[in-house]
């Protein structure tokens, strides 16, 4: 079973940042990919970013994020965060951390691993954007 433990979040202007972290246990982290999704309200789950922590710490950013966003790691405590940067309005919602099978962060399956197969969702962790 997935131990997964999701932190950060919160309130911030337009502009701002933000840092979530998602652990996991060292099983989890070593043969996976890990990932967030973000909804907004009257919006359906997308994918943001995804980090193969199982293969090399390959990176993916949904086309929204890109350029704002980052995905680093810290494999020592099996963690991956997601710093967000220069917030928008358009960012608020909730954000889940996700585990998804490692073979589909290998590049073979495209930009978005996380198009494919979820298998853990985390408890979700609230972001608000807003002056």
């Known amino acids: 079973q997935v131990h997964l433990v999701e932190s950060g979040g919160g309130s911030v202007q337009p502009g701002g940042s933000l840092k979530l972290s998602c652990t996991v246990d060292e099983y989890t982290y070593r043969l996976h990919c890990l990932g967030w999704f973000a909804q907004s309200p009257g919006k359906e789950r997308e994918g943001v970013a995804a980090?193969?922590?199982?293969?090399?710490?390959?990176?993916f950013y949904g086309d929204s994020v890109r350029s704002r966003f980052i995905i680093p790691e810290d494999s020592a405590k099996n963690t991956v965060f997601l710093q967000m940067n220069r917030l928008e309005p358009e960012d608020t919602g909730m954000y889940y951390c996700v585990v998804i099978p490692g073979y589909y962060c290998t590049g073979g399956y495209g930009p978005r691993p996380w198009g494919y197969k979820i298998d853990t969702w985390g408890q979700g962790t609230s972001v608000t954007v807003s002056s």
């Open positions: 980090i193969y922590t199982g293969g090399g710490g390959r990176t």
